[in-house]
């Protein structure tokens, strides 16, 4: 059984930083991509960023990117999003997510087979 649970969400000030945090266990952790994605009051479910678990491979919505890195530790089996220069617009659940071996079309919601349960990020201007 897979397992997702993310951690490090709070509330910040625009311009502060986060790192949240995706356990993982019953992942083919070596084979998967894992992708964060997020969604704010009233809106859809966002691709964020993804990475493959067997490469070094980075993929992010044109939003974060500059601003946000995704990576992994494969000796635990946690993925990580370093978030820095944090905006209002960010504001939203945050969640990690996986799919199968291959990160192809990484920003649909749909294409992902197991999710966390989601952390809040809150940026406050």
């Known amino acids: 059984q897979v397992q997702l649970v993310e951690s490090g969400g709070g509330s910040v000030q625009a311009g502060g930083s986060l790192r949240l945090s995706c356990a993982t266990s019953?992942?083919?952790?070596?084979?998967?991509?894992m992708g964060w994605f997020r969604q704010a009051p009233g809106k859809g479910r966002e691709g964020v960023a993804a990475m493959h678990t067997g490469d070094t491979n980075t993929y992010y919505v044109n939003s974060v990117k500059g601003r946000f890195t995704i990576s992994q530790d494969n000796t635990k089996n946690t993925l990580y999003m370093q978030m820095n220069s944090l905006k209002p617009e960010d504001t939203a659940v945050y969640y990690c997510a996986a799919k199968g071996p291959s990160c192809t079309s990484w920003w649909f919601a749909s294409v992902y087979k197991d999710w966390g349960q989601g952390t809040q990020v809150t940026v406050s201007s």
């Open positions: 019953g992942v083919t952790y070596s084979s998967a991509c």
